[in-house]
């Protein structure tokens, strides 16, 4: 049904006026159950009766009315003749769809959210106000300062203070925010700078593991070589010891030969003196017996001779 037939339907129960919500959807107008009423008098009746059906209905509170040209608060964008802003940052207003980048800020009370926001403390003043002027059936302007009655007027300095604690109180919560971001990067840096040690203490480990496998290596051949060092040098050793006892026997066989030939040479001596002692006994026999006397004497001093001879063989055996 359209708007004029549901008023010709409702005007005896003192509608003067019917408006439907629509809803938009792909750019186009889809009615919705909901219906705004206008009734005659002060007082509005809690149920509206529509054929055999029974309607409950409840006060309608408009919205705020806010400008989407300038973002401020008692009129529209039809009537508005402000500079355009940014419905976002409050800046300048963007090129038409240049999307805004910059952090939200709202002009009206400088929060740290966009200025058509519902969560801007102005948008609930307004809301109030609104509700007063329903609720008593007065104006915009009675409203207003029946509000400023109850709640207090709010002076510049009020709000700008109670704005300024708000903004610390952001700045205190973002800097938690940052400052827990930065111990988990510090955690992150940590654990990543731990597992860097960790494997360069593993590169240390394996390169002092070669090392070791290197001496290791050179002393096992300087080992080898002092082996054949001491072998060498064991021969050589035996090859001298060797060579001074062959030395000490050509010694001895020389100082034997030695002695043999002087053993040899006292034996001709001997048998020399034997024919000397011969003959002197013959020639003793021949003689006085004075000379006899010193013949046999000198024979003697001959025999004693040889009997020192076999001292000196003697002596020569024992060398042996």
Do not use: W
């Not at 106000?129 to 104006?139: A, E, L, R, T």
């Amino acid at each position: 049904m359209t708007e004029s037939e549901l008023l010709s339907e409702l005007s005896p129960q003192k509608i003067s006026a019917v408006k439907r919500i629509f809803r938009t959807e792909d750019n186009q107008k889809i009615n919705t159950p909901t219906l705004i009423l206008t009734v005659c008098g002060t007082v509005a009746p809690h149920r509206i009766y529509f054929g055999l059906l029974s309607v409950p209905t409840r006060i309608f509170y408009p919205r705020p009315m806010i400008c989407y040209n300038c973002c401020e608060y008692g009129h529209t964008k039809t009537k508005c003749q402000k500079t355009a802003v940014c419905t976002n940052c409050s800046g300048n207003a963007h090129a038409e769809g240049e999307k805004c980048c910059q952090a939200s800020y709202c002009k009206n009370c400088r929060g740290a959210h966009a200025p058509v926001s519902r969560k801007c403390p102005l948008y609930s003043k307004e809301e109030k106000i609104i509700k007063i002027k329903v609720d008593n059936g007065v104006s915009f302007g009675e409203a207003r300062r029946e509000y400023e009655k109850i709640h207090g007027k709010d002076s510049y300095a009020a709000i700008s203070g109670a704005q300024d604690r708000v903004e610390r109180i952001q700045k205190d919560n973002q800097r938690d925010i940052e400052i827990k971001m930065l111990k988990e990067e510090i955690a992150k840096l940590r654990e990543t700078n731990k597992k860097q040690s960790d494997d360069e203490k593993d590169r240390e480990i394996s390169n002092l593991r070669k090392e070791i496998a290197e001496l290791k290596k050179v002393i096992a051949g300087l080992s080898r070589c002092q082996v054949v060092l001491e072998k060498q040098r064991l021969d050589l050793d035996i090859s001298e010891s060797e060579g001074a006892v062959s030395d000490a026997e050509a010694q001895n066989t020389e100082l034997d030969a030695m002695e043999e030939d002087e053993y040899e040479t006292c034996d001709k001596k001997d048998q020399k003196g034997k024919k000397r002692g011969k003959q002197a006994e013959t020639e003793s026999d021949n003689s006085k017996s004075s000379d006899k006397g010193k013949r046999i004497g000198n024979g003697a001093s001959s025999g004693t001779t040889r009997r020192g001879r076999p001292t000196k063989h003697r002596k020569n055996d024992q060398r042996k």
